[in-house]
């Protein structure tokens, strides 16, 4: 995005700051070009009064050089040898000679180029140059004709007779003793070696330049380089008349460029003297002054402007973030109670407060927390306070609450100090964490088995092997004992034992109960070490891609035929209500290790139903199996007596039973947890049915990675 | 007609005796017993059995080795493995060696399985 964009972008931001600043911006607008103006107006007329002086300076230069040659001049026309020269006469043939001689003298070193001696008839009886005698008269010319009349006087002459180059002549009457006029004295000068060293070529810049015109235009002197052989054309010469009547400068255009000139009149000689320049170079310092002026202008503008959007901007943001705070307030998930700092009232409290404590805004409003014994403790409350004062704010401060219900739920304080309508607020957020803090204590409690699980690997085989000699003897004496055994016989009748009666012995005094009763707590001890084997086995068991609903199937199946669960309960009673939802993708999991899971499940609620008092008149596990987007949920409700809420909250925990001793091992939910949240990223909850039976809820995620 | 041959192969006497016991009872089998692998090889070397039931753990060489050596000298032609161990997966080498999930018994085991598989396997085999 561009500079300009931003700032375009930054000014629509805010609708309310477009009008100020476009007043601003006009505003800024008009001062900079007044200023860019008035600069350049400043500036020019610098300039141009630069260019009059030099002009005044050049023309007393012309006007006292003119003036200088003439009063010299009229000095030499009242010479008697001049006088003396003219006449036609002896005398005056040698007065000649010596006045050629002294004319040649005063040409060398000095600006003119030719002083002659002219008779009245205009024949030229003399000159500096012998050359000009003979050749020419100059009896047509003005400055002669005046000169005879009695009058010093100049003539520009386009082009001399002589030279035939643009001319000066003054001329002055020569007269005799007795005042009789003899004649004319006239000296002559190319114009452009008069002017040669005048500053034409004013300053250092290259296209201004000085000129020396005469009144009809054409060129007497320019700077060097420049042609000399043409006249100015007549619509420019308009121009240089102006300037000199007016004193101002003129304005004109030669080809692409604009130029301007300023032209004054030579009183003494009629000429004009000019300036010009290309009006760019000339006006440039103006110019660039006068930008500069717009220039910062307009930064200032810039900067003006950038401070209005970015306070806009900032105000946006501002009631952004107010309401953002008051949506925050209103649906945070935690609850947030709005107290005065000095009187504990509550001014507010959010949807979440109302919704989990269960009082109204109305029961609250008004009143201090400890009004409505919302603290089990009251100390809690004043701990809390007195933190608040000394550090501004609290975080993390637990404590138990109690809701209007009476429940107790263990809660997580955040409190900080606000100002708000410059009054001290106390902004307390509360976070109920009890369900956090049962489940942390569980995972404590998981993690403990983990360990131990890792204790039992290490002894399991030890164990076992002890284990299997006790059942193994067991099922010895059984097998011993019978009646129908070859064996068994043929050692009896050596002692003359009966091995009926031995039969009947047995079952009388009950030793086959107490042998099957050796049995089973072989099989159990060694159960619970399996299962706590589960706990530590790492996760090198193989996921694949499993069918849930086969998983589940297979499930039913070996729990129909448990031989643990058939001496308490027959689990082939129980009406098994399967409802899949007809298209399930395959998920990936341990597919013996979820089977153990709802096999742990389905055992439980067998036993559970069993167990019932009054007895449950027509038992019923419900599966359910949902496709859900990101899971599949899978749900087992019995209905029997249900979970009572105590109990609820630690059916997961690790050797946490309430069947009756030698039924479970208090292992199986745990395990089962375990294996779901641990093992497979999935969450297993217990829940209450419609019935009031329980539901285990199981759901796993799908997008387990596979090994194929 | 003979009775076929087992070898109870156990560290520990009280289970090797009372698998013995169980199984002598039947009138089914001959059954020798070793308390290691070394033995058990020794024994067979004067006359090979049908059947072993293998211990995993033992002082000397393996249960798996025992396996793999008295198969390479055609000692025994079936065994079963009877473990005190945790680990509850039949190994890739048993597995190699011809062993299924149903020739593996976790201690403690009841002798009644082990006698079923015994049978199925002499049956089977002696075909």
């Known amino acids: 995005m561009t500079w300009s964009a931003k700032l375009l972008s930054g000014l629509s931001l805010n609708r309310h700051l477009a009008p100020v600043l476009t007043v601003v911006f006009a505003g800024v607008l008009v001062s900079t070009l007044v200023a860019y103006f008035s600069t350049r107006a400043t500036m020019a007329g610098l300039a141009l009064g630069q260019a009059r002086q030099t002009l005044g300076f050049l023309n007393r230069e012309i006007g006292t050089?003119?003036?200088?040659?003439?009063?010299?001049?009229?000095?030499?026309?009242?010479?008697?040898?001049?006088?003396?020269?003219?006449?036609?006469?002896?005398?005056?043939?040698?007065?000649?000679?010596?006045?050629?001689?002294?004319?040649?003298?005063?040409?060398?070193?000095?600006?003119?180029?030719?002083?002659?001696?002219?008779?009245?008839?205009?024949?030229?009886?003399?000159?500096?140059?012998?050359?000009?005698?003979?050749?020419?008269?100059?009896?047509?010319?003005?400055?002669?004709?005046?000169?005879?009349?009695?009058?010093?006087?100049?003539?520009?002459?386009?082009?001399?007779?002589?030279?035939?180059?643009?001319?000066?002549?003054?001329?002055?009457?020569?007269?005799?003793?007795?005042?009789?006029?003899?004649?004319?004295?006239a000296v002559a000068m190319e114009t452009a070696r008069f002017a040669g060293d005048l500053p034409l070529g004013a300053g250092s810049s290259q296209t201004a330049a000085g000129y020396l015109l005469d009144t009809a235009g054409r060129i007497l002197a320019a700077p060097p380089g420049i042609e000399t052989d043409h006249p100015w054309h007549d619509w420019r010469m308009d121009q240089v008349r102006?300037?000199?009547?007016?004193?101002?400068?003129?304005?004109?255009?030669?080809?692409?460029?604009?130029?301007?000139?300023?032209?004054?009149?030579?009183?003494?000689?009629?000429?004009?003297?000019?300036?010009?320049?290309?009006?760019?170079?000339?006006?440039?310092?103006?110019?660039?002054?006068?930008?500069?002026?717009?220039?910062?202008?307009?930064?200032?503008?810039?900067?003006?402007?950038?401070?209005?959007?970015?306070?806009?901007?900032?105000?946006?943001?501002?009631?952004?973030?107010?309401?953002?705070?008051?949506?925050?307030?209103?649906?945070?998930?935690?609850?947030?109670?709005?107290?005065?700092?000095?009187t504990g009232r509550i001014v507010d409290v959010n949807e979440t407060f109302t919704k989990r404590t269960g009082y109204s805004r109305e029961e609250v409003l008004g009143k201090t927390s400890a009004e409505f014994q919302i603290y089990v403790e009251l100390k809690d409350r004043e701990e809390f306070h007195a933190r608040l004062r000394r550090d501004g704010h609290v975080e993390h401060f637990e404590c138990p609450a109690r809701y209007k219900d009476g429940s107790i739920a263990i809660c997580a304080l955040s409190g900080q100090v606000v100002i708000i309508d410059n009054r001290r607020h106390l902004m307390t957020m509360v976070r109920d964490i009890t369900e956090t803090k049962r489940m942390q204590e569980m995972m404590v409690q998981t993690e403990k088995m983990i360990s131990v699980g890792g204790i039992a690997a290490g002894i399991a085989h030890e164990i076992n092997n002890p284990l299997g000699i006790v059942l193994q003897a067991s099922q010895n004496l059984v097998q011993r004992t019978r009646p129908d055994f070859r064996k068994n016989l043929e050692a009896a009748e050596k002692i003359g034992l009966d091995m009926g009666l031995l039969d009947q012995y047995m079952k009388a005094r009950k030793l086959d109960v107490f042998i099957e009763d050796i049995q089973s707590a072989a099989s159990r001890a060694s159960a619970i070490i399996r299962h706590m084997l589960d706990f530590s086995r790492r996760s090198e068991s193989r996921r694949t891609v499993c069918d849930i609903r086969a998983i589940a199937?297979?499930?039913?199946?070996?729990?129909?035929?448990?031989?643990?669960?058939?001496?308490?309960?027959?689990?082939?009673?129980?009406?098994?209500?399967?409802?899949?939802?007809?298209?399930?993708?395959?998920?990936?999991?341990?597919?013996?290790?979820?089977?153990?899971?709802?096999?742990?499940?389905?055992?439980?609620?067998?036993?559970?139903?069993?167990?019932?008092?009054?007895?449950?008149?027509?038992?019923?596990?419900?599966?359910?199996?949902?496709?859900?987007?990101?899971?599949?949920?899978?749900?087992?409700?019995?209905?029997?007596?249900?979970?009572?809420?105590?109990?609820?909250?630690?059916?997961?925990?690790?050797?946490?039973?309430?069947?009756?001793?030698?039924?479970?091992?208090?292992?199986?939910?745990?395990?089962?947890?375990?294996?779901?949240?641990?093992?497979?990223?999935?969450?297993?909850?217990?829940?209450?049915?419609?019935?009031?039976?329980?539901?285990?809820?199981?759901?796993?995620?799908?997008?387990?990675?596979?090994?194929? | 007609m003979s009775l076929p041959h087992i070898l109870i192969l156990d560290d520990e006497e009280r289970i090797r005796d009372l698998l013995t016991q169980y199984l002598e009872d039947f009138d089914e089998f001959v059954v020798r017993n070793a308390h290691s692998g070394e033995q058990a090889l020794e024994l067979l070397a004067g006359e090979p059995a049908d059947l072993a039931v293998v211990d995993m753990?033992?002082?000397?060489?393996?249960?798996?080795?025992?396996?793999?050596?008295?198969?390479?000298?055609?000692?025994?032609?079936?065994?079963?493995?009877?473990?005190?161990?945790?680990?509850?997966?039949?190994?890739?080498?048993?597995?190699?060696?011809?062993?299924?999930?149903?020739?593996?018994?976790?201690?403690?085991?009841?002798?009644?399985?082990?006698?079923?598989?015994?049978?199925?396997?002499?049956?089977?085999?002696?075909?």
Not at chain 1, 79 to 101: I, K, N, P, V
Not at chain 1, 129 to 143: E, I
Not at chain 1, 151 to 168: C, D, I, Y
């Open chain 1, 65 to 185: 050089r003119v003036s200088q040659l003439a009063s010299r001049l009229e000095l030499w026309s009242q010479e008697e040898l001049y006088a003396l020269a003219l006449e036609d006469s002896f005398l005056g043939e040698s007065a000649r000679t010596e006045a050629a001689r002294r004319m040649a003298a005063r040409v060398a070193g000095s600006s003119f180029d030719r002083v002659f001696l002219v008779r009245p008839n205009g024949e030229i009886v003399t000159a500096s140059n012998p050359d000009m005698m003979g050749r020419f008269t100059v009896g047509d010319r003005g400055y002669f004709q005046k000169a005879l009349a009695g009058k010093v006087n100049m003539e520009t002459l386009a082009a001399g007779r002589h030279s035939n180059v643009p001319m000066l002549v003054i001329a002055a009457p020569v007269r005799t003793g007795d005042g009789v006029l003899a004649g004319v004295i």
């Open chain 1, 553 to 708: 199937d297979s499930a039913l199946d070996l729990a129909s035929n448990d031989y643990d669960l058939k001496k308490s309960y027959d689990f082939k009673k129980i009406e098994i209500a399967r409802d899949y939802d007809t298209s399930l993708p395959d998920i990936g999991c341990t597919a013996t290790e979820i089977e153990q899971v709802l096999l742990n499940v389905f055992r439980n609620a067998a036993q559970a139903m069993a167990q019932a008092d009054p007895p449950v008149a027509a038992p019923r596990i419900a599966v359910r199996i949902r496709d859900l987007p990101d899971r599949v949920r899978i749900e087992i409700e019995d209905n029997g007596p249900g979970v009572p809420e105590a109990i609820r909250k630690r059916i997961f925990e690790p050797f946490f039973t309430t069947k009756q001793p030698g039924v479970g091992t208090g292992l199986g939910l745990s395990v089962s947890y375990f294996i779901v949240t641990k093992g497979h990223g999935g969450r297993m909850a217990i829940e209450t049915g419609r019935d009031g039976g329980a539901v285990f809820c199981i759901e796993l995620p799908k997008d387990q990675r596979l090994e194929v």
């Open chain 1, 242 to 342: 102006q300037s000199a009547t007016s004193g101002e400068a003129a304005r004109y255009r030669e080809g692409e460029t604009g130029r301007v000139l300023m032209a004054v009149a030579n009183a003494e000689t009629g000429w004009y003297l000019v300036l010009s320049a290309d009006e760019d170079e000339l006006l440039r310092p103006a110019s660039r002054m006068a930008w500069l002026t717009g220039g910062v202008s307009l930064a200032t503008l810039a900067l003006v402007a950038l401070t209005l959007a970015a306070l806009g901007r900032a105000m946006a943001v501002m009631r952004q973030s107010e309401e953002k705070f008051s949506r925050i307030f209103m649906h945070s998930p935690d609850t947030i109670i709005l107290a005065d700092m000095e």
């Open chain 2, 57 to 127: 753990r033992l002082p000397g060489m393996s249960g798996t080795q025992f396996i793999r050596e008295a198969r390479a000298r055609g000692a025994c032609r079936h065994f079963l493995v009877h473990t005190g161990s945790v680990d509850m997966v039949i190994s890739s080498e048993l597995s190699e060696l011809g062993l299924t999930s149903r020739d593996m018994f976790f201690k403690p085991a009841g002798a009644d399985a082990i006698l079923a598989r015994i049978r199925e396997r002499l049956a089977r085999g002696g075909a």
